[in-house]
């Protein structure tokens, strides 16, 4: 399975832009996420969205800024990011976890596919 994000760039505080991750023809399985990386810093969790159900699960970071939904015709997930801070500058990965849902959304070792990652620079 192949993950391919786009949508990242270069915006200004309070800006917004919206990600995207689209699988190689196949579903999303269980569950899909969105991580990040700052430069120095480990790969953290930002979002995430069950496929059964349409539970979405966020860091408290970004909570209420941003938003993952799904598109399962598209097998596309997004991430709309808006009132953006600097501190939100990082590579954005998405994931994809193909077994069964198995309640831990937040941790890297839950995800079975990885997109090459997209870069967001927010800049003052």
């Known amino acids: 399975v192949q993950l391919q994000a786009s949508g990242g760039g270069l915006v200004q505080v309070g800006g917004s832009l919206r990600l995207s991750c689209a699988t190689s023809?196949?579903?999303?399985?269980?569950?899909a996420g969105w991580f990040r990386q700052a430069p120095g810093k480990e790969r953290e969790f930002v979002a995430a969205?069950?496929?059964?159900?349409?539970?979405?699960l966020y860091a408290p970071s970004v909570q209420g800024r941003f938003t993952i939904s799904r598109d399962g015709a598209k097998n596309t997930v997004y991430l709309q990011m808006n009132s953006l801070k600097l501190e939100d500058t990082a590579v954005y990965y998405c994931?994809?976890?193909?077994?069964?849902?198995?309640?831990?959304?937040?941790?890297?070792?839950?995800?079975?596919?990885w997109g090459r990652g997209t870069q967001v620079t927010v800049s003052s």
């Open positions: 994931a994809a976890r193909m077994r069964t849902y198995s309640g831990n959304f937040d941790i890297r070792g839950s995800y079975d596919f």
């Open positions: 969205a069950i496929w059964n159900g349409g539970r979405t």
């Open positions: 023809g196949r579903t999303f399985g269980s569950l």
